[in-house]
């Protein structure tokens, strides 16, 4: 009753079996050829006469209402008696039942429960028959196939170890960045699979039409195979194109030696065409999840919430409460550049290329990160970001860190600090990130900058010299000299780069415009205050 006896287990999973089959046991005998195959009957005899060879297909509720008394385990040693090539299962398949296969070397796949067993049969009877497989039909059957595991919300984890089984190939599902969102098959489990990763993360080698993420999806090119010689391999990549935009890359790796065909490239294009759905969906959830996350933060900083309703709400959208938090506070120095959603998604972006736990959310035209971890962690994460932007948009941003938070009530006052510093950041145009232990007297003083008292001090202490000038403002620099230099007059004039004598000038004038006796200490400490609030005017 043989068609094809040339086929194996590999061909026909290939070919004929649904695709979201797996292997429980039994993987070394997938090369071996099958001849024809059976459906387990309900009624006895379970099976016609076994000749070896065949691929039996069953349910265990069909095997349960053949008789009571029958197990999986019992079933699998009959069978071996018999020859038979392989077992598929439809049901949970238990430790005793795979390892009978695995010592008798029987594969043992696992169907999907949404399969039809005799349609399944009919499907494997054509192909060991010799009928033609036409690509673009099983490609479509794939694709429905692969839909169902997507509508079960199984992931991207799940469709590249379905697409791994069903082509005996490696699969790779990278972002539009190319960072590796799921991987499956053989190769993954090689001593140089970080090595290979690390190659496909090369943008240059793809299309110039699949870099550019508008054309790529007006024009829906078909997969293309590049060369990674250096690892004897090929790879044939399809486009993710999802909402008339470019959203990432499928490839299918095999070896030089290996060829690919129609089946391939269907395979290729169906399988991309789910994952684009799957990303559509994950991105739509996580946005979702970001809105919720984005009100919580904003009512708890605000005080509109208690902590408990809080630690509640937040704890379901990722945050660990055994964990400490470092707050950064992070924006552009250019206006509107880049846009605080920009700077959002460059944090998520690192956070995940650095390993860090992060909450990122946007806050008016600013970005708050609550990473997990201490100052160090959130300093990488800043340092990782700030290199991104200027990178991407040749731009700065001014970063803010407050002390590290051991647990949720001192969030407000860590996001607090954070804010300090991030102000005091822009106004001196830092462009490495100031954490709030760092800022000394600023740290009292930025957190009075909304205060009146703050400007009503500065210029009453300063008086004549506070108002805007030419020459006030040279006075105001040479005092802070002055002070930096701790009163040394020698020491003033040559940081000031001008001749003693002039110095003595100016401080006479000073003297003559302000009234102020820098003999005195009481002023002294006065004026050195006043002149570092002119920083955080």
Known sequence: MSGQPSLNIHDLLRLALPVGTSIAAGQAGLSRSVTWVYVLHTRPPAFPDLQGGEMVLLSLDAMRLLSDKLTLVSLIRDLAETHVSAVGVQGEIGRPARETATELGIPLLRLPDTSQLRHVERQIAQVLMGSTIVPEDRGREIREQLLQLSTENRGLEALAAALAITTHKTIIVQDKRLRSLAAAGPLTEQANWTAIEETLFDMNPLPALFRDRLEVAQTSPDPVVIPLPQFGLRRLVAPIVAGKMGRGFLSLLFAET???????????????????????????????????????????????????EALLRLTRLGYQPEQQYSTLYIGGLQENHPTARQIEALCNEQAGALGFGALVQPYGTEVIVFCEGDENIARDLALAVQGRVAERYSAEVATGMGQCAGHLRAWRESFQQAVAAYRTALQWRLTTPLAFREMGVYRLLSMLAGSPELKKFYHET????????????????????????????????????????????????????????LENPETRLAVHLALRIRRIL
């Open 258 to 308: 290996e060829t690919h065909d129609a089946l391939d490239l269907s395979i290729a294009r169906s399988g991309a065409s789910v994952c684009a759905i799957e990303m559509a969906k994950e991105k739509a959830i996580r946005e979702a999840q970001k809105r919720v996350q984005g009100n919580v933060l904003e009512q708890f900083l605000g005080g509109m919430i208690s902590e408990n």
């Open 462 to 517: 300063l008086g004549e010299l506070a108002q805007d000038g030419t020459q006030t403002s040279e006075f105001l620099s040479t005092l802070e000299a002055f002070f930096e230099e701790h009163g040394n007059l020698t020491r003033t004039a040559k940081r000031l780069h001008i001749h003693r004598n002039t110095l003595l000038y100016r401080m006479d004038r000073i003297k003559e415009i302000s009234s102020l006796d």
